[in-house]
């Protein structure tokens, strides 16, 4: 299987609305890695990431859907002026089907900044 390194999300600031770090592609599979994060902020602040299916639920999908409590898959508080480094081991957080995402927010705007790695690959291998 050939994978494509890649960085799905550069550096950038959180906001309290969840938002896309990486969607899918059709036609092929995303392997979520590593994201690294800090909050740099003087209080506490939430990380909360969520692994968003497509709406239709289909290997197509039609569109990108939301980030809620009913998908979330992590939450960290990290601490003011906290670093955290999350790896998900072998393969990572996969996503298989067209618009797929992995969602990202934080409980206090512009406080929390990240960054996600990870790899690509056709989905028929």
Known sequence: MAYTETRFADTQQLGTAASAAVINSSGQKAYVHQILAMNCGTAAAYLKLYRVPDVGGT???TAV???SGANQIYEYQLAARESKIIDFVKQGVVLKDAYDSIQW????ANSVVVSMDGATSLSTE
């Open 59 to 61: 290997a197509t999908g």
């Open 65 to 67: 859907g939301t980030g």
């Open 105 to 108: 927010n934080s409980d206090v």
